[in-house]
């Protein structure tokens, strides 16, 4: 008996997610999907896989179409502060049963004229089943991950010396702490000092301004956004981006100007995001992505831990081609910097 022969899988609208998702993580959340919607015009589709007519998993992609002919689906496509987008299973399978429907679900989207498929995992351990076979190619990247306990005095003694003694250094030198609003001339301020920080490397921001404003705009009257601000003397010298739900908090963005280095402005608020987290009850702080050493050693100086999601990527011959003439293009414009 041949398993595929029962498995099916259609596409649902975004109004049904919810019929499937009783609890979704922060990532599936329908204001989340929506602020990434608003923010990058991407849409949303759900893609339902029954196994004799019952339903078992539930994945939900982003698409985009870009230079007219390729057509893009990522659980979660890059570039949109979504670490991953795991499916959601309704019903317990063993991990081969979900490599297989998670292979027949790329089919589907393939068959339907995708030209680039991406998904990324919570976790390496589905990934490293799948292995790198039918053209996937398979990922790990990393991040730092802050196991959250119920004491401040335990979340202290977890971080490193170098970064408790920046945290007293800000509140001898007087850095205060403001909380944001998410008003519109906030986040303009913090995009306007995040440019600064990208222009010393000649190059801008990777997420527009529409995607911040669209993120506090949907997240914010859910209680999901916190932005936090570090203020000497008036002025505000360090912003950190945050969102989070009943039981973690993700750091997506932060933006300083050279005194905060001084004052241990960005220390200080990095603590003040880990005493919001034990407060409030939440469970982790995954600081975000792993890649320049000099960033990589301030958030592990918090405690956090290297973790590694799972990535798979399937592209078709031709987005093969484009991508790499892409890439060769960005190339020629780097040296041409130079």
Same mark, same amino acid.
């Given at each position: 008996m041949c398993v595929e022969n029962f498995i099916e899988t259609e596409v649902i609208d975004i109004t049904n997610y919810y019929d499937y998702i009783t609890y979704p993580d922060l990532f599936l959340h329908s204001s989340w999907l929506k602020a990434i919607e608003e923010g990058l015009g991407f849409k949303s589709i759900g893609l339902l896989t029954k196994f004799e007519e019952i339903p078992v998993c539930l994945s939900i992609f982003l698409t985009a179409q870009k230079a007219g002919a390729f057509r893009l689906a990522g659980a979660p496509l890059p570039g949109c502060f979504t670490p991953h987008l795991e499916p959601v299973w309704l019903k317990e399978v063993d991990d081969t049963f979900k490599v297989k429907i998670i292979e027949m679900q790329n089919r589907f989207l393939i068959k339907d004229g995708f030209s680039y498929i991406e998904r990324r995992f919570r976790d390496d351990l589905l990934v490293k089943k799948i292995g790198n076979k039918k053209g996937y190619e398979i990922k790990f990247p990393e991040t730092f991950i802050l196991e959250i306990k119920d004491d401040l005095d335990t979340m202290w003694k977890t971080m490193e010396g170098r970064s408790r003694n920046m945290v007293r250094k800000a509140e001898k030198k007087g850095v205060k702490l403001v909380k944001g609003e998410g008003n519109v001339s906030e986040i303009e301020m913090f995009y306007e000092m995040l440019k600064i920080v990208f222009a010393k490397s000649n190059s801008l921001p990777p997420h527009p301004l529409s995607l911040y404003k669209s993120?506090?705009?949907?997240?914010?009257?859910?209680?999901?956004?916190?932005?936090?601000?570090?203020?000497?003397?008036?002025?505000?010298?360090?912003?950190?981006?945050?969102?989070?739900?009943?039981?973690?908090?993700?750091?997506?963005?932060?933006?300083?100007?050279?005194?905060?280095?001084?004052?241990?402005?960005?220390?200080?608020?990095?603590?003040?995001?880990? !005493? $919001?987290?034990?407060?409030? +009850?939440? #469970?982790?702080?995954?600081? /975000?992505?792993?890649?320049?050493? &000099?960033?990589? !050693? $301030?958030?592990?100086?918090? +405690?956090? #831990?290297?973790?590694?999601? /799972?990535?798979?990527?399937?592209? &078709?011959?031709?987005?093969?081609?484009?991508?790499?003439?892409?890439?060769?293009?960005?190339?020629?414009?780097?040296?041409?910097?130079?």
């Open positions: 993120i506090v705009k949907n997240l914010m009257p859910e209680n999901r956004v916190l932005i936090l601000s570090s203020v000497l003397n008036d002025e505000v010298i360090a912003m950190g981006f945050f969102i989070y739900d009943d039981s973690e908090i993700h750091f997506l963005s932060g933006a300083s100007l050279p005194e905060a280095y001084k004052t241990g402005a960005n220390n200080f608020i990095q603590w003040n995001v880990i !005493k $919001f987290a034990v407060n409030h +009850g939440l #469970k982790l702080y995954d600081l /975000g992505g792993k890649g320049i050493p &000099s960033i990589d !050693k $301030f958030k592990a100086s918090f +405690g956090g #831990k290297s973790h590694k999601y /799972g990535k798979i990527v399937w592209r &078709s011959k031709k987005a093969l081609i484009a991508e790499k003439i892409y890439r060769n293009i960005l190339s020629f414009k780097s040296k041409l910097k130079v």
